[in-house]
Nanobody, 122 residues
């Protein structure tokens, strides 16, 4: 059974940084498409960063140059490093996995975590 558990959310002032973690079980992050998504109150969920199993990464334009994705294969954990945070980054962030080789931001992911809240104040 696939389980994704996010952590690392919190409150930060604009310009600050946070690192989110997604601990995976029941799958290997290195051999699946993995992604970070977010949903702000009253808005649709949007893809933030998606990394396919060959290492190619897709970003939504609003986070390019500020957010990066990485992984620790030994810990089977995916990370989202968020720098230069803005109030518009405030949302619940979700980790997702999909058992395919290639994927992009618009791919429909199969497995989801419960989310972690990120709040950025101005």
């Amino acid at each position: 059974q696939v389980q994704l558990v996010e952590s690392g959310g919190g409150s930060v002032q604009a310009g600050g940084s946070l690192r989110l973690s997604c601990a995976a079980s029941g799958l290997r992050v290195s051999s699946n498409c993995m992604g970070w998504f977010r949903q702000a109150p009253g808005k649709e969920r949007e893809g933030v960063i998606v990394r396919d199993s060959v290492g190619r990464t897709s970003y939504t334009d609003s986070v390019k140059g500020r957010f990066t994705v990485s992984q620790d294969n030994a810990q089977n954990t995916l990370y989202l490093q968020m720098n230069s945070l803005k109030p518009e980054d405030t949302a619940t962030y979700y980790c997702a996995a999909h058992p395919v080789t290639y994927c992009v931001i618009s791919t429909l992911f199969k497995s989801w975590g419960q989310g972690t809240q990120v709040t950025v104040s101005s």
